[in-house]
Structures are given as structure tokens and as C-alpha cells.
């Protein structure tokens, strides 16, 4: 059973910064790429970032220069630091496998809301 738990999510102001985490169980996490996504009110679900086995890290090109992923494989958790938020990265903030198949076994994920 793969349990996803994300958290780290809240309310802050534009030009601020939050950081997630996805912590897992049930899974070897560090043997899979990982990523975070994103769905907005409206809008379909989108991959914003992605971290390999290796470390090798992706960004929506929306995101880059203001997101990192990091991972902690001792810990089983994978983190999104996000910097520089705007109020078009409001969203519900899920983590899931970044490579197929997906699990089916998605978290709450954390709501980031950016807003004045």
C-alpha cells in the first residue's frame, strides 16, 4: 500500500516562499523518479516538477528559476522549495511517480494559495 502525504502548503503573499513535503510509505521511494503537480481551479492537473532516482531534476518552464526539488531518501520524502510565488501558482500541490505507471494512491495534497 503506497501512502502519499503531502504538507507545507498555506497562504502567503505574493513574492513569497513555502516549502512541501511529500512524505511516503509502503514504497522504496528512492528508486523511483518523483514529482510534484499542480491543479488549479479549472484546470487539468500538470506536472511541475520532477526528480530521478539519480537526482536529476525538471522543471515546467513556469516554474524554473523559482522551484527546486530536492529528496531526502533517508527520510522517504521528496520536498518543493517555491520562491518568488505568484497567484498564478495557486493550486492544490499533489506528489505522485513521475514515470509510468503512476500510483493510483494519491495524497490529500496541501493547497498553496498566493494572494494580497
Known amino acids: 500500500q503506497v501512502q502519499l502525504v503531502e504538507s507545507g502548503g498555506g497562504l502567503v503573499q505574493p513574492g513569497g516562499s513555502l516549502r512541501l513535503s511529500c512524505a511516503a510509505s509502503g514504497v522504496i521511494f528512492s528508486i523511483y523518479a518523483i514529482g510534484w503537480y499542480r491543479q488549479a481551479p479549472g484546470k487539468q492537473r500538470e506536472l511541475v516538477a520532477r526528480?530521478?532516482?539519480?537526482?536529476?531534476?525538471t522543471y515546467v518552464d513556469s516554474v524554473k528559476g523559482r522551484f527546486t526539488i530536492s529528496r531526502d531518501n533517508a527520510k522517504n520524502t521528496v520536498y518543493l522549495q517555491m520562491n518568488s510565488l505568484k497567484p498564478e501558482d495557486t493550486a492544490v500541490y499533489y506528489c505522485?511517480?513521475?514515470?509510468?505507471?503512476?500510483?493510483?494512491?494519491w495524497g490529500q495534497g496541501t493547497q498553496v494559495t498566493v494572494s494580497s
Open positions: 526528480i530521478t532516482s539519480g537526482g536529476t531534476t
Open positions: 505522485n511517480r513521475a514515470s509510468s505507471p503512476m500510483w493510483a494512491s
